[in-house]
Protein backbone atom coordinates (compact mmCIF):
# COMPACT_ATOMS: atom_id res chain seq x y z
CA UNK A 1 0.00 0.00 0.00
CA UNK A 2 2.57 2.26 0.88
CA UNK A 3 4.73 1.70 -2.50
CA UNK A 4 1.40 2.69 -4.41
CA UNK A 5 0.76 6.03 -2.19
CA UNK A 6 4.68 6.48 -2.88
CA UNK A 7 4.14 5.78 -7.27
CA UNK A 8 1.06 8.03 -6.89
CA UNK A 9 2.77 11.03 -5.82
CA UNK A 10 6.35 10.67 -7.94
CA UNK A 11 3.28 10.02 -10.94
CA UNK A 12 1.80 13.45 -9.65
CA UNK A 13 4.82 15.43 -9.30
CA UNK A 14 6.61 14.20 -12.65
CA UNK A 15 2.99 15.45 -14.86
CA UNK A 16 3.66 18.65 -12.83
CA UNK A 17 6.78 19.21 -13.96
CA UNK A 18 5.88 19.05 -17.85
CA UNK A 19 2.78 21.15 -17.55
CA UNK A 20 4.82 24.36 -15.80
CA UNK A 21 7.53 23.84 -18.61
CA UNK A 22 4.87 23.68 -21.81
CA UNK A 23 3.44 27.15 -20.05
CA UNK A 24 7.17 28.36 -19.85
CA UNK A 25 7.51 27.89 -23.89
CA UNK A 26 4.00 29.75 -24.36
CA UNK A 27 4.88 32.60 -22.07
CA UNK A 28 8.50 32.98 -23.82
CA UNK A 29 6.99 33.04 -27.11
CA UNK A 30 4.51 35.73 -26.51
CA UNK A 31 6.96 37.68 -25.05
CA UNK A 32 8.70 37.63 -27.86
CA UNK A 33 6.09 38.67 -30.02
CA UNK A 34 5.57 41.90 -28.06
CA UNK A 35 9.38 42.23 -28.18
CA UNK A 36 9.05 42.27 -31.67
CA UNK A 37 5.98 44.47 -32.18
CA UNK A 38 7.71 46.75 -29.55
CA UNK A 39 10.72 47.47 -32.11
CA UNK A 40 8.28 47.85 -34.51
CA UNK A 41 6.38 50.13 -33.20
CA UNK A 42 9.28 52.45 -32.18
CA UNK A 43 10.46 52.17 -35.62
CA UNK A 44 7.19 53.46 -36.97
CA UNK A 45 7.11 56.23 -34.25
CA UNK A 46 10.83 57.18 -35.35
CA UNK A 47 9.20 56.93 -38.93
CA UNK A 48 6.65 59.46 -38.30
CA UNK A 49 9.11 61.62 -36.35
CA UNK A 50 10.94 62.04 -39.44
CA UNK A 51 8.09 62.32 -41.92
CA UNK A 52 6.81 65.79 -39.43
CA UNK A 53 10.34 67.03 -39.30
CA UNK A 54 10.43 67.11 -42.84
CA UNK A 55 6.60 68.94 -43.28
CA UNK A 56 7.63 71.31 -40.61
CA UNK A 57 10.80 72.64 -42.41
CA UNK A 58 8.71 72.56 -45.72
CA UNK A 59 6.10 74.29 -44.34
CA UNK A 60 8.76 77.27 -43.02
CA UNK A 61 10.27 77.24 -46.35
CA UNK A 62 6.78 78.24 -47.73
CA UNK A 63 6.34 80.90 -44.88
CA UNK A 64 8.85 82.18 -45.91
CA UNK A 65 8.51 82.29 -49.80
CA UNK A 66 5.20 84.07 -48.92
CA UNK A 67 6.66 86.70 -46.67
CA UNK A 68 8.89 86.88 -49.39
CA UNK A 69 6.07 87.63 -52.08
CA UNK A 70 4.61 89.95 -49.75
CA UNK A 71 7.00 91.94 -49.62
CA UNK A 72 7.59 92.12 -53.19
CA UNK A 73 3.53 92.61 -53.71
CA UNK A 74 3.99 95.90 -50.95
CA UNK A 75 6.78 97.43 -52.96
CA UNK A 76 5.13 96.88 -56.59
CA UNK A 77 1.79 98.66 -54.82
CA UNK A 78 4.52 101.64 -53.53
CA UNK A 79 5.96 102.10 -56.92
CA UNK A 80 1.96 101.91 -58.55
CA UNK A 81 1.15 104.78 -55.89
CA UNK A 82 4.43 107.42 -56.85
CA UNK A 83 3.75 107.08 -60.86
CA UNK A 84 4.31 110.32 -62.18
CA UNK A 85 1.93 112.36 -63.80
CA UNK A 86 3.63 111.94 -67.34
CA UNK A 87 2.94 108.16 -67.10
CA UNK A 88 -0.39 108.90 -66.02
CA UNK A 89 -1.33 110.68 -68.78
CA UNK A 90 0.46 107.67 -71.12
CA UNK A 91 -1.90 105.48 -69.92
CA UNK A 92 -4.84 107.66 -70.22
CA UNK A 93 -4.06 108.79 -73.69
CA UNK A 94 -3.36 104.42 -74.53
CA UNK A 95 -7.03 103.58 -72.91
CA UNK A 96 -8.18 106.53 -75.56
CA UNK A 97 -6.95 105.27 -78.73
CA UNK A 98 -8.11 101.40 -77.41
CA UNK A 99 -11.59 103.27 -77.09
CA UNK A 100 -11.61 104.91 -80.41
CA UNK A 101 -9.81 100.91 -82.17
CA UNK A 102 -13.04 99.44 -79.89
CA UNK A 103 -15.62 101.79 -81.69
CA UNK A 104 -13.87 101.49 -84.96
CA UNK A 105 -14.27 97.49 -84.84
CA UNK A 106 -17.76 98.03 -83.99
CA UNK A 107 -18.40 99.90 -86.68
CA UNK A 108 -16.72 97.59 -89.14
CA UNK A 109 -19.30 95.18 -87.65
CA UNK A 110 -22.07 97.01 -88.16
CA UNK A 111 -20.53 97.11 -92.23
CA UNK A 112 -20.35 93.99 -92.23
CA UNK A 113 -23.54 93.00 -90.60
CA UNK A 114 -25.32 95.06 -93.00
CA UNK A 115 -23.53 93.79 -96.02
CA UNK A 116 -24.81 90.31 -95.40
CA UNK A 117 -28.33 91.38 -94.89
CA UNK A 118 -27.91 92.58 -98.11
CA UNK A 119 -26.31 89.84 -99.68
CA UNK A 120 -29.03 87.55 -98.06
CA UNK A 121 -31.85 89.34 -99.48
CA UNK A 122 -30.22 89.25 -102.80
CA UNK A 123 -29.58 85.59 -102.63
CA UNK A 124 -33.50 85.00 -101.83
CA UNK A 125 -34.63 87.34 -104.74
CA UNK A 126 -32.28 85.54 -107.19
CA UNK A 127 -33.72 82.14 -106.03
CA UNK A 128 -37.05 83.83 -106.40
CA UNK A 129 -36.64 84.59 -110.18
CA UNK A 130 -34.86 81.81 -111.57
CA UNK A 131 -36.60 78.87 -109.81
CA UNK A 132 -39.59 79.18 -112.50
CA UNK A 133 -38.92 76.63 -115.10
CA UNK A 134 -35.64 75.21 -113.89
CA UNK A 135 -34.67 72.40 -112.18
CA UNK A 136 -33.43 72.81 -108.65
CA UNK A 137 -29.70 71.41 -109.59
CA UNK A 138 -29.40 73.31 -112.53
CA UNK A 139 -29.49 76.54 -111.08
CA UNK A 140 -28.14 76.95 -107.44
CA UNK A 141 -27.76 79.71 -105.51
CA UNK A 142 -25.67 80.26 -102.38
CA UNK A 143 -25.13 83.04 -99.93
CA UNK A 144 -21.89 82.81 -98.02
CA UNK A 145 -20.84 86.27 -95.72
CA UNK A 146 -20.62 88.78 -98.22
CA UNK A 147 -20.71 87.05 -101.23
CA UNK A 148 -23.11 85.47 -103.72
CA UNK A 149 -22.65 82.62 -106.00
CA UNK A 150 -25.31 81.47 -108.57
CA UNK A 151 -23.67 78.37 -110.00
CA UNK A 152 -25.61 77.19 -113.47
CA UNK A 153 -25.38 74.20 -115.12
CA UNK A 154 -23.23 73.90 -118.59
CA UNK A 155 -26.59 72.17 -120.19
CA UNK A 156 -28.66 75.62 -119.85
CA UNK A 157 -26.06 77.78 -121.43
CA UNK A 158 -23.77 75.68 -123.79
CA UNK A 159 -23.53 72.77 -125.80
CA UNK A 160 -21.29 70.40 -125.24
CA UNK A 161 -17.65 71.27 -126.06
CA UNK A 162 -18.62 75.29 -127.02
CA UNK A 163 -18.36 78.57 -125.40
CA UNK A 164 -21.41 79.75 -127.84
CA UNK A 165 -24.05 81.14 -125.66
CA UNK A 166 -27.48 79.55 -127.05
CA UNK A 167 -30.90 81.88 -127.39
CA UNK A 168 -32.43 79.98 -124.13
CA UNK A 169 -29.72 80.67 -122.09
CA UNK A 170 -29.68 84.44 -122.85
CA UNK A 171 -32.89 84.26 -120.38
CA UNK A 172 -31.49 83.08 -117.91
CA UNK A 173 -28.79 85.49 -117.71
CA UNK A 174 -31.43 88.09 -118.47
CA UNK A 175 -32.35 87.77 -114.97
CA UNK A 176 -29.51 87.66 -113.22
CA UNK A 177 -28.47 90.98 -115.70
CA UNK A 178 -31.52 92.60 -113.91
CA UNK A 179 -30.69 91.86 -110.31
CA UNK A 180 -26.86 93.06 -111.59
CA UNK A 181 -28.17 96.08 -112.58
CA UNK A 182 -29.62 97.04 -109.47
CA UNK A 183 -27.00 96.18 -107.32
CA UNK A 184 -24.26 98.92 -109.10
CA UNK A 185 -22.32 98.33 -105.55
CA UNK A 186 -21.54 94.87 -106.39
CA UNK A 187 -18.43 93.21 -108.74
CA UNK A 188 -19.70 90.44 -111.40
CA UNK A 189 -17.06 87.43 -111.66
CA UNK A 190 -17.47 84.94 -114.13
CA UNK A 191 -15.63 81.74 -113.26
CA UNK A 192 -16.22 78.87 -115.79
CA UNK A 193 -15.45 74.83 -115.01
CA UNK A 194 -15.44 71.77 -117.15
CA UNK A 195 -14.89 68.20 -116.59
CA UNK A 196 -11.82 66.17 -117.07
CA UNK A 197 -12.28 64.74 -120.31
CA UNK A 198 -10.16 65.96 -123.14
CA UNK A 199 -10.92 68.59 -126.14
CA UNK A 200 -9.43 69.61 -128.67
CA UNK A 201 -10.89 71.91 -131.41
CA UNK A 202 -9.86 74.27 -134.10
CA UNK A 203 -10.81 77.00 -131.82
CA UNK A 204 -9.92 75.56 -128.67
CA UNK A 205 -7.26 73.75 -127.05
CA UNK A 206 -7.69 71.98 -123.92
CA UNK A 207 -10.14 72.96 -120.79
CA UNK A 208 -8.53 75.70 -119.88
CA UNK A 209 -9.27 77.74 -123.21
CA UNK A 210 -12.60 75.84 -123.10
CA UNK A 211 -13.53 77.31 -119.25
CA UNK A 212 -11.76 81.14 -119.87
CA UNK A 213 -13.87 81.44 -123.16
CA UNK A 214 -17.12 80.45 -121.34
CA UNK A 215 -16.29 82.81 -119.07
CA UNK A 216 -16.02 85.17 -121.55
CA UNK A 217 -18.98 84.10 -123.51
CA UNK A 218 -21.21 84.97 -120.54
CA UNK A 219 -19.40 88.40 -119.95
CA UNK A 220 -20.11 89.35 -123.50
CA UNK A 221 -23.46 88.74 -123.29
CA UNK A 222 -24.20 90.72 -119.84
CA UNK A 223 -21.89 93.76 -121.67
CA UNK A 224 -23.45 93.78 -124.73
CA UNK A 225 -27.07 92.28 -124.71
CA UNK A 226 -27.91 93.81 -120.83
CA UNK A 227 -25.29 96.59 -120.86
CA UNK A 228 -23.94 95.87 -117.85
CA UNK A 229 -20.40 97.99 -117.23
CA UNK A 230 -17.42 96.25 -118.39
CA UNK A 231 -15.70 97.76 -115.30
CA UNK A 232 -17.58 95.28 -112.99
CA UNK A 233 -16.83 92.69 -114.74
CA UNK A 234 -13.83 89.68 -114.43
CA UNK A 235 -13.33 86.61 -116.29
CA UNK A 236 -11.79 83.68 -114.79
CA UNK A 237 -11.67 80.16 -116.35
CA UNK A 238 -10.92 77.03 -113.53
CA UNK A 239 -10.89 74.25 -116.09
CA UNK A 240 -11.10 70.59 -114.50
CA UNK A 241 -9.05 71.32 -111.21
CA UNK A 242 -11.95 72.16 -109.12
CA UNK A 243 -14.56 69.41 -109.48
CA UNK A 244 -17.62 69.42 -107.53
CA UNK A 245 -18.29 65.63 -107.73
CA UNK A 246 -16.25 62.62 -108.71
CA UNK A 247 -15.19 62.73 -112.68
CA UNK A 248 -15.70 58.90 -112.82
CA UNK A 249 -19.12 58.88 -113.58
CA UNK A 250 -21.72 60.73 -116.29
CA UNK A 251 -23.50 62.49 -113.33
CA UNK A 252 -20.55 63.27 -111.55
CA UNK A 253 -19.18 64.69 -114.88
CA UNK A 254 -22.49 66.81 -115.66
CA UNK A 255 -21.91 68.45 -112.21
CA UNK A 256 -18.48 69.56 -112.76
CA UNK A 257 -19.28 71.56 -116.04
CA UNK A 258 -20.72 74.47 -115.01
CA UNK A 259 -20.66 77.89 -114.73
CA UNK A 260 -20.38 80.02 -111.57
CA UNK A 261 -21.54 83.67 -111.19
CA UNK A 262 -20.25 85.36 -107.67
CA UNK A 263 -21.28 88.99 -107.17
CA UNK A 264 -19.37 90.39 -104.64
CA UNK A 265 -18.37 93.81 -102.84
CA UNK A 266 -15.50 95.82 -104.76
CA UNK A 267 -12.49 95.92 -103.17
CA UNK A 268 -11.92 99.39 -103.67
CA UNK A 269 -14.77 99.87 -101.50
CA UNK A 270 -13.58 98.01 -99.31
CA UNK A 271 -9.98 99.30 -98.75
CA UNK A 272 -11.77 102.87 -98.57
CA UNK A 273 -13.89 101.57 -95.50
CA UNK A 274 -10.65 100.50 -93.61
CA UNK A 275 -9.33 103.95 -94.26
CA UNK A 276 -12.19 105.54 -92.93
CA UNK A 277 -11.08 107.53 -89.49
CA UNK A 278 -13.21 107.38 -86.26
CA UNK A 279 -13.78 110.26 -84.32
Not at 90 to 100: D, P, R, S, V, W
Not at 137 to 152: A, L, M
Not at 256 to 278: A, G, S
Request: charged share 30%; hydrophobic share 35%.
Amino acid sequence: MKKIVALLVFTTLILSSCVSKKQYVELEGNFSKKSQELTDTKAELMKCQVENENKIISLNQQITSLKEDKAKTLEYVDNLTVLSKSASDNIKETLAQMGKKDQYIQYIQKAVTKKDSINLALGFKLKSVLKDGFEDDDIQVNVEKTVVYISIADKLLFKSGSSTISSEAKAVLGKVADVIAAQPDLEVMVEGYTDNKPISTNCIKDNWDLSVSRSTSVIRVLQDDFKINPARLVAAGKSEYTPLDTNDTVEGRAKNRRTRIVLMPKLDQFFELLEQKVD
